[in-house]
């Protein structure tokens, strides 16, 4: 199965400021998706990123807010802009290969830990 | 809309014992998959064990298993032999075939007694 690379592990920021967490993937996959997880809680999914084309965002996310890049198959951002302490959590990044692959479990980043002061 | 539901916030079990965790669905689909995931304190998640729907067999990895019943919606897991290294977060997971999101379970914490 795909490796993703994700970076930062974890960061401390400023409320106001904005932080860019990339995920690497050592092959080329169809999806990718960006989750939210408060420790100990389960994952909220934030988005979907298709390579080419917009991300779709679920119920309570906004691309202003949460804006993410998908440049290629192997790659993609998600930027957590105008942070607030309310932002602090874990975020995830995973992917999803052919449809044959995906039917075997997605693969997970080893998340970024964002405390916001 | 499908849910996945994890009754048990939290779990122990003696190390070398054995422990099953459980998770109930609901989709008025009948092709999907399920998946167990384990999260250890480092935040890495791994998928544990995988259970295609239309397999009446049930999944088996190594010390995993898994007791899918389709018509009552549930499918648990059972951890045998328990080491030291199975603590952590067990998440219970769907996908429904013609879909790429996973819902997931509100996860259960897994402890090992030595």
């Known amino acids: 199965s795909a490796v993703i690379s994700q970076k930062p592990s974890r960061d401390i920021c400023q409320r106001g400021t904005s932080l860019t967490i990339q995920c690497q993937v050592d092959?080329?996959?169809?999806?990718m998706f960006w989750y939210r997880q408060q420790p100990g809680q389960s994952l909220t999914l934030i988005a979907t990123a298709n390579q080419g084309s917009e991300a779709t965002y679920e119920s309570g996310f906004v691309i202003d807010k949460f804006p993410i890049s998908r440049p290629n198959l192997t790659f993609s951002t998600l930027t957590v802009s105008n942070m607030s302490p309310e932002d602090s959590s874990i975020y995830l990044c995973?992917?999803?290969?052919?449809?044959?692959?995906?039917?075997?479990?997605?693969?997970f980043g080893s998340g970024t830990r964002l405390t916001v002061v | 809309a499908q849910t996945v539901t994890q009754s048990q916030p939290e779990m122990s079990v003696q190390e070398a014992e054995t422990v099953t965790l459980s998770c109930t669905y609901d989709?008025?689909?009948?092709?999907?998959?399920l998946f167990w995931y384990k999260q250890p304190p480092s935040r890495q998640m791994i998928l544990v064990i995988r259970?295609?729907?239309?397999?009446?067999q049930n999944a088996t990895e190594n010390r995993f298993s898994v007791n899918f019943q389709k018509a009552a919606k549930s499918f648990s897991l059972k951890i045998s032999d328990s080491q030291l290294g199975d603590a952590a977060m067990y998440f219970c997971?769907?996908?429904?075939?013609?879909?790429?999101?996973?819902?997931f379970g509100q996860g259960t914490r897994l402890t090992i007694n030595p």
């Open positions: 259970q295609e729907a239309y397999k009446q």
């Open positions: 995973s992917a999803s290969g052919t449809d044959e692959r995906a039917n075997y479990g997605y693969t």
């Open positions: 092959s080329q996959v169809t999806m």
């Open positions: 989709t008025s689909e009948s092709d999907y998959y």
């Open positions: 997971a769907y996908r429904y075939k013609g879909a790429q999101k996973l819902v």
